[in-house]
């Protein structure tokens, strides 16, 4: 018994050590493994980042290389890219409406088809358009659908015709070649537009202008130099006194410089400046101290480049953030880049902490907390991060209404104009600028860049001269006013409205700026008629009990002018 115990207690020992053997064994080859396989993961992730960066790089750059190419393409050759993305579009709609044709009747008679008919019966621009060439409308039969250069007419001065009425300001018989179509009439005008403006939902004060863009021809006005409070249209005269001012292609500048051990961050009014490109500057500044073996410094942060107020008379809104020339994505919270907000309560303090923990990322020891202090004149500058080129930020602000944004132009334009960039200043700066350009500015007050303040006041006449200079060709400067504005139905503050189940008539035709105060409904903007000619229009509101009730009656107006011929018949008279 004694050695049958013995030998099941030195198998036990052996079976023991063995086992003990093998973990050993298996815990240094996972030592040896473990080692290799965080390397190779590592390397997995640092190649599939790079992967992911190159193409990213890749896809920015050639976004980058096509607007490049696009706002250096002429107004012949962006129509050319527009008319060929709207031909493909109403392709698939005309595929769209091809397969839906087999669907059921009404009566006999689609309604889509009724409706073309009694709009072609009723309206005051029936069979004036001719058709398409080699295909003129006989007795019974109207003349086919108009070619595409009718359909967007050249922008341009209209030649003078030697014969009838084919001219300018004729009816549209004789010679309506592309380039010589002529305005709508007046009097046509007014029939079409009187019922609308004369809308219940609209408010007690109403002014009207519609103005043809080639001519700058006053085609239709109610009260138009009479001058009510614009809401956020008084934007457009903000964007053409800060393109006017400053260029489109300027830049505004947020610096890093030193002073001795102090490192100061200067705000030059960009209210655009994003987390990333804090961060960047933040490298460069950190690059060149490394230079000077710099590694400890004292941060300052440097606003002195507006004046007066940094708070709008509406007070603390998420509407508009404190009115400073730093910050850092216009003072918002929340991570949105345009619309209502909270904001930060200081947002150039908080814009200068961020820039101090970007610095110490970087490896430079930042002492103390950041202080407000105006940096000297000789003080060397380390980085500069420059903002968008101005018509890129004209066109965000008019596409969203931007009121940060609206605010930093109209000081812009002071800055331009040697005027303290304050909520005075800008207005004058801005008054003078347009005055110079021979706009009509009576009865005008410019309290504020934004159109938040209701102690602004401007007339339609004025807003539609604006539209009307920037469609000028020979001022190429200002075609962000245009290319900015919203599209009904589709882009910035217009993307929600000529919505509906039956949709507006307005959708894809309508550009304009919208205005929106309680009581103050307005829009301005631009459209191409039924016959292919471009108008441009405001219509500006007051008192009106509701909100969205006043916009349909807006929007309907503008649809109207986007549909209308508006010529009177050749019976007429």
């Known amino acids: 018994m004694h050695d049958t115990g013995s030998k099941v207690r030195g198998t036990a020992n052996r079976a023991y050590r063995s086992g003990l053997r093998a973990v050993r064994s298996a815990a240094a080859y996972a030592r040896t493994v473990a080692p290799r396989a965080r390397a190779l ?29 696009w706002r ?34 009404d009566s006999g008679q689609r309604t889509a088809e009724r409706v073309r008919a009694a709009r072609q019966e009723r309206g005051s621009g029936a069979g004036h358009t001719p058709g398409t060439p080699g295909t003129p409308g006989t007795p019974g039969r109207p003349a086919g659908p108009p070619a595409a250069p009718q359909v967007l007419a050249a922008a341009g001065p209209v030649p003078e015709q030697g014969a009838g009425e084919g001219g300018p300001q004729g009816s549209g018989r004789g010679d309506t070649r592309p380039e010589q179509m002529p305005p709508p009439t007046a009097s046509a005008l007014a029939d079409t537009l009187e019922p609308l403006i004369e809308d219940g939902s609209l408010g007690a004060v109403r002014h009207a202008s519609v103005v043809d863009a080639v001519t700058g021809r006053q085609l239709f006005s109610r009260d138009a130099r009479g001058v009510s409070a614009p809401a956020s249209t008084i934007k457009l005269a903000t964007a053409v ?5 400053r260029g489109e ?7 890093a410089v030193r002073e001795d051990d102090r490192v100061t961050l200067v705000g030059g009014g960009d209210p655009t400046l994003s987390e990333k490109d804090l961060t960047a500057l933040a490298a460069r500044t950190a690059r060149a101290l490394d230079g000077s073996e710099v590694h400890t410094v004292r941060l300052r942060y440097d606003t002195s480049r507006y004046t007066g107020t940094e708070r709008h008379v509406i007070g603390p809104n998420e509407n508009l953030a404190r009115v400073t020339p730093l910050m850092v994505e216009e003072g918002r919270t929340d991570g949105s880049d345009h619309g209502p907000a909270p904001r930060a309560a200081d947002p150039a303090r908080e814009a200068a902490d961020a820039f101090a923990d970007a610095l110490e990322d970087k490896g430079v020891a930042v002492e103390g907390a950041p202080r407000e202090r105006t940096a000297g004149k000789q003080a060397a500058e380390l980085a500069v991060h420059r903002s968008a080129p101005l018509g890129a930020l004209v066109e965000r602000m008019l596409t969203h209404s931007d009121n940060d944004l609206a605010e930093a132009l109209a000081r812009q334009t002071a800055l331009a104009a040697g005027e303290p960039a304050g909520f005075r200043g800008a207005g004058r700066a801005v008054r003078h600028t347009l005055d110079r350009l021979g706009l009509p500015l009576k009865g005008a007050r410019f309290a504020d860049g934004s159109g938040l303040d209701r102690a602004d006041r401007l007339s339609p006449a004025l807003l539609t001269r604006l539209l009307v200079l920037a469609a000028d060709p020979d001022r190429p400067a200002l075609r962000t006013v245009l290319t900015g504005l919203p599209v009904a139905r589709f882009t910035g503050t217009l993307g929600s409205r000529y919505g509906g189940e039956r949709g507006e008539p307005g959708a894809g035709l309508v550009r304009a700026k919208t205005g929106t105060l309680t009581g103050v409904n307005t829009l301005a ?13 405001a219509f500006l509101t007051t008192g009106a009990g509701a909100r969205e009730a006043a916009q349909r009656s807006l929007d309907r107006l503008a649809s109207a002018l986007a549909n209308c011929g508006c010529r009177d018949s050749p019976s007429a008279g």
């Open 241 to 245: 006194a800060a393109l006017t001012a």
């Open 525 to 537: 903007g631009t459209v191409v008629d039924a016959d292919g000619r471009m108008l441009a229009f």
């Open 72 to 105: 250096a393409a002429s107004p012949q050759q962006r129509l050319t890219v527009r008319f060929t993305a709207a031909s493909t579009a109403l392709g698939l709609v005309a595929a769209l409406l091809a397969v839906a044709a087999a669907g059921p009747w």
């Open 249 to 255: 292609t300027y830049r505004i500048a947020t610096r």
């Open 41 to 69: 993961a590592a390397h997995t992730r640092t190649t599939a980042v790079r992967a992911n960066a190159r193409g990213r790089a890749a896809v920015h750059a050639a976004v980058h290389r096509a607007r490049r190419r």
